[in-house]
């Protein structure tokens, strides 16, 4: 029995043993165990909480073409992933307009803007809006 998926990541949840897709060793990113034979397998998305599919051939492209460790797994769906793209970038644009001073006010709007898009804050927006929140108060009193 393959324990590899299960062992992998906590957030597969089935595995399908009956079409394996040969691998080949050699492409393979050097590791304790090898994995002989890669299979579709569901996996629940830790975002949205929804399965979507590592198939075969995916599984391949990342353990082979991009060389990515065998213990890699993906955590979310496509569109999550995208989101969580898009709010990095966010974060990393708000970072730097926080540390100037003459564009809090620009960036507190902003901010109030992405919290209405995405309809949640992350945890690192928490942080930064802490900071903001705080630097505000400071300044009416
Ligand atoms: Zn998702």
New binding site residues.
């Given amino acids: 029995m393959n324990h590899h998926y299960t062992y992998s990541s906590p957030n597969v949840i089935k595995v399908n043993y009956n079409f394996p897709l040969k691998a080949d060793l050699d492409r393979q990113s050097e590791s304790v165990i090898p994995l002989e034979n890669y299979y579709d397998c569901t996996v629940k ?1 830790e ?2 909480k ?1 399965n979507f599919e590592f198939t075969r051939e995916e599984q391949k492209y990342w353990y082979e073409d991009l060389k990515f460790n065998l213990s890699s797994f993906p955590r ?2 496509k ?2 992933k995208k989101i969580e793209k898009e709010l990095h970038n966010e974060i990393n644009y708000i970072q730097t307009q926080f540390l100037k001073e003459s564009k809090r006010k620009k960036v507190e709007e902003y901010l109030d803007k992405i919290i209405k898009s995405y309809g949640f804050i992350p945890s690192e927006f928490k942080r930064i809006e802490k900071e903001i929140r705080k630097s505000r108060t400071k300044n009416c009193n």
Avoid: E, F, K, V
């Fill in positions: 998305c975002y949205c929804t979310l769906c569109s999550c």
